[in-house]
């Protein structure tokens, strides 16, 4: 099965931002997660970064074309107000899993929110970065 992990804004900063909250483990190590999960379900997961709405979106639209069977999405901030990257996962017809680190339903009012959650199969939250492994054993049916 080919995956795609999608992570948002601020993302790329993991060990350093409010620590607290998302942990002291840094950007690296959950790409080396993700990336031993692929060789352990033997599957191709390919992982994208970006700060930028405009950059998600057109990774989502690309992965119309390129045979990605299932999508793994973490828009960070944008979860909760972008109704442009929520319309382009609505254009996509596979498995969807929305990821977050933190317990969004135990934080601020704003983060409560997700725009993007009902074009999604599933929402994770509160796992902390193992969460993006329970996403993919929820693609590969194996939850």
Excluded: W
């Excluded at 972008?82 to 498995?95: E, G, N």
């Amino acid at each position: 099965m080919k995956l795609l992990v999608i992570n948002g804004p601020n993302l790329n900063f993991l060990g350093i931002r409010e620590k607290s909250v998302y942990g002291t483990r840094d950007y690296q190590a959950l790409l080396d997660m993700i990336r031993d999960k692929a060789k352990e379900t033997n599957q191709e997961i390919q992982v994208f970064q970006s700060n930028h709405e405009g950059a998600i979106i057109d990774r989502i639209q690309e992965a119309y074309f390129d045979g990605t069977e299932g999508i793994i999405i973490n828009p960070g901030a944008y979860t909760h107000y972008s109704y442009a990257i929520r319309d382009a996962l609505a254009s996509i017809t596979v498995p969807k899993v929305e990821v977050h680190i933190s317990d969004i339903t135990a934080r601020e009012e704003f983060r409560k929110v997700s725009v993007t959650a009902p074009v999604c199969d599933k929402q994770i939250y509160g796992m902390g970065l193992e969460g993006y492994l329970a996403a993919v054993d929820f693609l590969l049916g194996r939850e």
